[in-house]
């Protein structure tokens, strides 16, 4: 079992839709938690940390459930630059060693 | 430019020979790690250094790959008997230890290496 999963997508939606993305992990001690978004032939970057009260940025809000060990992205009235990878992202232990999920494709379509 | 840097950006070689991947930091990052990243997957971590200590390496995918990072600024990736299953994208990020669990790495932009 991978220790950070993802449905790869791709997510087709036309631009205002609401869609959501869902990650998985599995090691229970996990630290902190991430979504990061990776463009197409571009290196990732962080898009916003994930709080066990849930936080929100904008159009964007990420859920954390421990209990679970499931993390969640919503993304609010799509926009046509939203069309990237978004990559869950696990901190198992100290130093910062995050471990990356597969990824999942969102393109959307005017 | 003040952000991560990686050299060369795309390297093609012939099965068996040996390659290098050199890293630059943000300068006042004294954390730097390697990933592996190839097409359709996310990142794989490979090892990572704070200051010149190589803290983890457990990860590396196998004896013919080595890093260093010997004054603790820039670092190098080696490669040794390449095979083709080597060929992906390998990545380098760098992060400032205060801030270690933020979640923050700041990649480079990657170098492509190609075994034929």
């Known amino acids: 079992r991978k220790e950070v999963e993802q449905d790869p997508g791709p997510f087709n939606v036309p631009e205002g839709a609401t869609v959501a993305f869902n990650c998985t992990y599995s090691?229970?001690?996990?630290?902190?938690f991430f979504w990061y978004r990776q463009d197409c032939r571009k290196e990732p970057k962080l898009l916003m940390s994930?709080?066990?009260s849930g936080n929100e940025d904008g159009r964007f809000t990420a859920q954390l459930n421990r209990a679970s060990q499931y993390i969640s992205l919503l993304i609010r009235d799509s926009k046509l630059s939203d069309s990237a990878t978004y990559l869950c992202v696990v901190n198992f232990r100290a130093g910062n060693m995050l471990t990356f999920g597969g990824g999942t494709r969102l393109m959307v379509k005017p | 430019d003040t952000g991560v840097s990686q050299d060369p950006r795309h390297k093609i070689t012939k099965r068996g020979q040996n390659v290098t991947f050199r890293c630059d930091p943000i300068?006042?990052?004294?954390?730097l790690y390697w990933y592996r990243q190839t097409l359709g997957q996310g990142p794989e971590f490979l090892t990572y250094f704070q200051n010149e200590a190589q803290l983890e390496k457990s990860r590396l995918l196998s004896d013919r790959f080595s890093a260093e990072r010997p004054k603790g600024s820039f670092s190098t990736l080696e490669i040794q008997r390449t095979e083709q299953g080597d060929s992906a994208m390998y990545l380098c990020?760098?992060?400032?230890?205060?801030?270690?669990?933020?979640?923050?790495?700041?990649f480079g932009e990657g170098s492509r290496l190609t075994v034929l």
């Open positions: 090691n229970s001690a996990s630290q902190s």
């Open positions: 994930v709080y066990s």
């Open positions: 990020a760098s992060s400032l230890a205060g801030q270690g669990n933020t979640g923050e790495l700041f």
């Open positions: 300068s006042e990052h004294n954390r």
